[in-house]
């Protein structure tokens, strides 16, 4: 069964860094687009950063210029590096094939407080 496992959350002041990490069982994970995903209570889930094979990235316009998202192939992992968190950035944060078609992990919690 094709897992992700999403590691790296906890709870920072505004201002701090976080780097999350995607571990993933998936056999094509080389050749896939992966990507970044945060809910918030009471929102839907919604689209963070993705990086494509060829590690072209591209972020949500809120998180533009604070997050990085970059992948080591040989680890079949995705990483996201959070600098500058702000509040309104406190979610489950998930990774997923870009096309979604993986179960979804457990995901991180980030906790961002003034």
């Known amino acids: 069964q094709v897992q992700l496992v999403e590691s790296g959350g906890g709870a920072v002041q505004a201002g701090g860094s976080l780097r999350l990490s995607c571990v993933t069982s998936i056999s094509t994970f080389i050749i896939n687009t992966f990507a970044w995903y945060r809910q918030s209570p009471g929102k839907q889930r919604e689209f963070v950063a993705y990086?494509?094979?060829?590690?072209?990235?591209n972020y949500a316009d809120s998180v533009k210029g604070r997050f990085t998202i970059s992948r080591d192939n040989a680890k079949n992992t995705v990483y996201l590096q959070m600098n500058n968190l702000k509040p309104e950035d406190t979610a489950v944060y998930y990774c997923?094939?870009?096309?979604?078609?993986?179960?979804w992990g457990q995901g991180t919690q980030v906790t961002v407080s003034s």
């Open positions: 997923n094939e870009w096309t979604q078609s993986t179960s």
């Open positions: 990086i494509t094979s060829a590690g072209i990235t």
